[in-house]
């Protein structure tokens, strides 16, 4: 009978764990951006903006300050979804979407994210946000807390809290998503009401 040395075996198993790797597959990870979900400004409109309105502030908890969507599974335990993450900081993502919905909410204004935090001089309007919480229950909704602050050039001031909730229409992540981005354009509605020039 011929049986195989100890280094013979050694190899033998290397390879069949090599071989058993290989066809392991890891699932790709999945990106995702927070969707425009209003309508386009009207096109060829050519007047001036009367007024400009900067998103000097944003901030986000630390908590979420991460590529991977954190996910709410109980009232008490959430997850770290690493298989699914935002494509860019999600801060950057919220300055964005909240610029876009007060560009369309203010049509005659300019409104612009200013991702230097302390870039506050040149606007008529300065607005801060906040970022509290931002709870993402798979297959149910997405639910954002957020601080606001809306301050004009001659010293006036309004203050806001919004507390918005969106249904997800579907048990996936970009249902989820697309729940938050639903949930942030409610508060970006509310800024744009308490401007309301």
């Not at 090599?18 to 699932?27: D, M, Q, S």
């Not at 607005?127 to 919480?133: E, Q, S």
């Not at 931002?134 to 297959?139: D, I």
Request: with cysteine.
């Amino acid at each position: 009978m011929n049986v195989p040395g100890p280094g013979r075996t050694a190899r033998a198993v290397l390879l069949a764990t090599g071989i058993l790797a290989g066809c392991v597959r890891t699932a790709p990870v999945r990106y995702y951006t927070l969707p425009d979900l209003g309508d386009q400004p009207a096109e060829g409109r050519t007047a001036p903006p009367r007024y400009t309105v900067r998103l000097s502030a944003l901030s986000v908890p630390e908590a979420l300050d991460r590529p991977e969507l954190l996910l709410r599974l109980s009232p008490t335990e959430v997850g770290i979804d690493d298989g699914h993450r935002w494509m860019e900081p999600l801060r950057t993502a919220i300055g964005r979407a909240v610029t876009a919905h007060l560009a369309r909410a203010l049509a005659a204004a300019r409104v612009e994210f200013a991702e230097d935090a302390t870039a506050r001089d040149g606007a008529d309007v300065n607005v801060t946000f906040a970022l509290r919480r931002l709870e993402l229950e798979p297959g149910r909704q997405a639910t954002l807390e957020a601080d606001w602050d809306v301050r004009w050039t001659d010293g006036h001031a309004r203050s806001g809290r919004s507390i918005t909730r969106a249904a997800a229409s579907g048990p996936d992540r970009d249902a989820l998503v697309a729940a938050a981005a639903q949930a942030l354009a409610i508060a970006s509605g509310d800024i744009a009401r308490a401007i309301g020039l």
